[in-house]
């Protein structure tokens, strides 16, 4: 790499352009993408860690995977479509998961829904205006004894009470 | 290192856990010098204890031990989880047996004066539920603990899951050396035979056939493939298992590889359960390291290799083919059998998907032998199955019961029943394909045959709870609503056929319904289980047609009188305000979306103008004086 390119954006071995600081980012996912021989049955596994580096399946990001893995973009988009885990929206600095399992329904986990719209002005699937929350539906957290169940970031909260819900959510500023 | 080390690694380290040796379900026959710690605190650091603050409770009665000087006669232990996932923090003191719930770490401080130190139990701290004249002192007095067999379980709540030492002692991985010593492949296939056990994942076939099937494939390179993808909402036995027990798994797929000639294991785990991936990797390593997994494992010419895959949230991946397709980094949709996975499944080789239960009841079973396990149970559906119990019962969490329990005994006496002081209505099992299980039939045993006659399925083996407050058409909704999702959208019968039923039901819920609605309903479900490709499709009206079968008067109550019994379905509801109960704080005309809440003109209460309210429900959830009715 040309030094002095170094500090504006280069071009990285795939031929995609990358900004200097992303540089180590980049590594770490090729890294990932080693470990699997370069393998195209590894795409969900370097998708997952694409996502966890990045934060969410950025265009250039995806174009980088595609040339590793001999995999067409179209597949690739394919697969990021049909599961409900990968992201191509930027995420928020927070993500607030309301669990949708049957036990957490049963036990007002709609309400929950309701209560994080008047809250935060969004709906499941979207991202507040100021990039702080983004809130979302699990199918199924598996934390059924504690319904109902509100993940925030990696954190579980059970027994969330409708009342309660703005002092749990403003914890994570 | 060679099975006799393993043996004698395992009797040392036995030494070591000679206090919960005893309180062991089923203890294995070892000499109990008492040698090592005087006392245990075990904290349970299971998923929904860790919510409830499990690693600060641990670390500071690790804090108070070492403060005070206790480490010579107090080891704490971090175990996996003890199964009443509502009493969490859950620590127990051995060998004294006493069992704290609920416990914060303001408390630790308590226990460890008075407790460890001067000897005296902290009462307050021990569960006494309503109405229980003197607390609960132990596990085994509780009724929660009383019904349950553990065997899947056995290990859960007592041992480490992040040291295979501990595993050891318990006799981890004695079956595996009594496999490799002892028997040929044909006698371990021969022995899961035996057992009688069926697939713990939904559909109950036997796991001997299967495992004979893989065995008999021509091919040099199979597959054994654990599914670990719990997708069913409500349930989180295999979370808790991977996550309390992780070589337990391990062990069962390494059995089922040496008995099938398969040299390559996969576990596909869900990206929802990180703790599962975290400790399942460890275990992996350690298994790795003390020759149990790669080549020559303990010394013999057996080889073989785990790795992990993780999913990334699609339901329909528990389907065999898609689960396949997605560890080969594709689309997880199905495809048509067949072939069979056994004749060509992961890179067209021959493999074999059993679930983490599964694989969890193999090492007891080599054992003890297949007819120990055929003697548990009932005779058609062996041995036990373990159930997380959740929604509207007094006791949520994991039980581990005998096959052909019944329901009643597993809500009421286990569950402790349904709180609040409400009635039971219905039990749901098998998720989204399974069906809704009413009052009248809960004496039905819990077997996998019992469960189909009546239209739902054991699945595997969520149990939700719902009391009066739950409208049957309204879980119905939830599920297809669950369904439409899911849907791959490969075939059209499941794809659309699950969409018109949503719509149909949504209808009902909100009283636009025609008579003929049932009907129509029912002959779509019919082509919709007859036609769809894989499993979620063929099960997809399950929950409709149970909950129509034994719910039919909550539909006509829809459908006919526009009413919802259990005031659920906001569309068909009415509010009022309770004019005696109100005291004019007006919030609920502050929080009305369409401002149809009035105050009286000579009074301070409110009223609401129905004519154009909208069924938010808003007044009725902000309201703190219940001065809101609904009906």
């Not at chain 2, 902290?122 to 609960?136: C, D, I, K, M």
């Not at chain 2, 021969?190 to 494939?217: D, H, I, N, P, Y």
């Amino acid at each position: 790499m040309p030094t002095q390119l170094a500090h504006i954006e280069s071009v990285s071995r795939s031929g995609a352009t990358v900004a200097a600081s992303e540089f180590p980012l980049f590594d770490e996912l090729n890294a990932t993408i080693a470990h699997f021989d370069h393998s195209p049955k590894a795409l969900i596994q370097v998708l997952h860690r694409a996502q966890e580096l990045f934060g969410y399946l950025r265009e250039d990001v995806i174009d980088h995977v595609s040339r590793e893995l001999r995999l067409p973009v179209s597949k690739i988009n394919g697969v990021i479509g049909f599961y409900s885990f990968f992201s191509r929206v930027p995420q928020g600095k927070h993500t607030v998961t309301v669990c949708m399992g049957t036990a957490c329904y049963v036990r007002g986990a709609d309400q929950l829904v309701r209560g994080l719209n008047k809250l935060l002005g969004v709906e499941p699937g979207d991202t507040t205006s100021d990039g702080r929350y983004s809130v979302r539906c699990a199918r199924c957290v598996g934390a059924c004894g504690l319904a109902p169940v509100l993940v925030i970031d990696d954190d579980v909260h059970g027994n969330v009470q409708t009342a309660r819900l703005k002092n749990v959510v403003r914890q994570y500023k | 290192m060679n099975t006799a080390e393993l043996k004698q690694w395992g009797e040392r380290e036995a030494k070591g856990l000679s206090l919960r040796l005893a309180a062991s379900p089923n203890p294995p026959a070892v000499d109990s010098d008492v040698i090592g710690h005087r006392r245990e605190v075990l904290v349970c650091v299971g998923g929904a204890c860790i919510s409830c603050g499990a690693e600060k409770v641990a670390a500071r009665f690790q804090d108070r031990i070492e403060a005070m000087n206790l480490e010579v006669d107090v080891r704490l232990v971090a175990t996996g989880c003890v199964g009443c996932c509502d009493l969490g923090v859950v620590v127990q003191v051995l060998p004294d047996d006493v069992l704290y719930r609920r416990v914060t770490e303001k408390d630790v401080d308590a226990v460890v004066q008075s407790h460890l130190v001067d000897g005296d139990i902290v009462e307050s701290l021990l569960h006494q539920p309503e109405g229980q004249a003197t607390p609960y002192r132990n596990a085994a007095e509780m009724p929660f603990f009383k019904y349950q067999q553990k065997i899947v379980l056995e290990n859960s709540g007592v041992i480490d899951p992040e040291r295979i030492d501990e595993y050891v002692a318990l006799e981890g991985y004695a079956a595996l050396a009594k496999a490799l010593t002892e028997l040929q492949p044909e006698q371990v296939v021969e022995e899961v035979k035996t057992s009688g056990l069926r697939g713990r994942g939904g559909g109950g076939f036997s796991v001997g056939m299967k495992w004979s099937m893989l065995a008999s494939a021509p091919g040099d390179h199979k597959h054994v493939i654990c599914n670990a993808d719990e997708g069913d909402p409500g349930a989180f036995m295999d979370r808790s298992v991977l996550e309390s027990d992780p070589h337990r798994v391990l062990e069962g797929m390494l059995l089922a590889g040496f008995a099938t000639g398969a040299s390559h294991g996969v576990i596909y785990v869900r990206a929802e359960y990180p703790l599962a991936i975290k400790r399942l990797q460890l275990a992996i390593d350690q298994a790795r390291e003390h020759n149990l997994l790669g080549e020559n494992i303990l010394d013999s010419s057996f080889a073989f290799e785990i790795e992990i895959r993780v999913g990334a949230g699609a339901f329909v991946c528990g389907e065999e083919t898609a689960l396949i397709a997605s560890v080969e980094g594709q689309r997880g949709q199905p495809s048509p059998r067949p072939p069979y996975p056994t004749q060509s499944g992961l890179n067209r080789e021959p493999s074999m998907i059993n679930n983490v239960e599964t694989f969890a009841n193999i090492p007891p079973i080599i054992r003890r032998g297949g007819a120990w396990y055929a003697a548990i149970g009932t005779e058609k559906s062996t041995g036990t199955k373990v159930f997380a119990l959740a929604g509207a019962i007094t006791n949520t969490g994991l039980v581990e019961v005998p096959m052909g329990t019944t329901l009643r005994t597993l809500v009421f006496d286990v569950g402790g029943g349904v709180p609040n002081g409400r009635t039971f209505k219905a039990a749901q099992t098998g998720g989204p394909s399974g069906g809704c299980i009413p009052a009248e039939h809960l004496d039905t045993p819990l077997d996998f045959d019992s469960l189909q006659a009546l239209g739902s399925i054991m699945g595997s083996g969520g149990l939700i709870v719902m009391d009066e407050t739950s409208c049957m058409v309204d879980v119905a909704r939830f599920f297809m609503d669950f369904c439409v999702d899911e849907s791959c959208g490969k075939c059209p019968p499941c794809r659309v056929g699950t969409y018109q039923m949503l719509h149909m039901l949504e209808k009902i819920c909100e009283g636009r319904a025609g008579e003929d609605e049932l009907e129509r309903m029912e002959s779509l479900a019919d082509v919709v289980s007859t036609a769809s490709l894989c499993g979620l499709g063929m099960t997809a009206p399950n929950p409709v047609l149970s909950t129509m079968r034994h719910f039919r008067a909550e539909y006509d109550a829809h459908i006919l009188d526009h009413r919802c019994p259990a005031g659920v379905c906001r569309k068909l509801l009415t509010f009022s305000i309770l004019e005696d109960q109100c005291t004019g704080c007006s919030l609920c005309a502050r929080n009305c979306p369409v401002d149809v809440i009035h105050k009286f003109d000579d009074r301070k209460q409110f009223w609401i103008d129905t004519t154009d309210c909208i069924h938010c429900g808003q007044c009725f959830d902000v309201c703190r004086f219940d001065a809101v009715l609904k009906e």
